[in-house]
């Protein structure tokens, strides 16, 4: 399945900002969804997922508080809400897929994952 990540951009810190994910000829309720970042010269890292069934969602403790992800079944995509947001949070944002027969699990490790988008810039200015 090939994962198109976008909304990305420039914003102020305390700002918001939404990503959403569309995945291409699949269906959204048939995996697991989990967002990822990459900071310049630092490690992938989790920042939230959601299960099949939209209900299970899981958060960095960095986040916790201030993102939300969520899923639009009728429109087939993905979303991070990101409110007060902080310079720190500059990195790039990947959504990724894990095809599961659980409606509950929300993994949080990237080797959970099967399939990953292309990645979006998130650059939170101070």
């Known amino acids: 399945v090939q994962l198109q990540a976008s909304g990305g951009g420039l914003v102020q810190a305390g700002g918001s900002l939404r990503v959403s994910c569309t995945p291409s000829?699949?269906?959204?309720?048939?995996?697991?969804w989990g967002w990822f970042r990459q900071a310049p010269g630092k490690e992938r890292e989790f920042v939230a997922s959601?299960?099949?069934?939209?209900?299970?969602?899981r958060y960095s403790d960095s986040v916790k508080g201030r993102f939300t992800i969520s899923q639009d079944n009728a429109k087939n995509a993905l979303y991070l809400q990101m409110n007060s947001l902080k310079p720190e949070d500059t990195a790039i944002y990947y959504c990724?897929?894990?095809?599961?027969?659980?409606?509950?699990?929300?993994?949080?490790?990237?080797?959970?994952?099967?399939?990953w988008g292309q990645g979006t810039q998130v650059t939170v200015s101070s």
């Open positions: 959601i299960s099949r069934n939209g209900v299970g969602t």
């Open positions: 990724a897929a894990k095809y599961t027969p659980s409606m509950y699990g929300a993994p949080q490790s990237t080797e959970s994952y099967n399939f």
């Open positions: 000829g699949r269906t959204l309720s048939t995996y697991a």
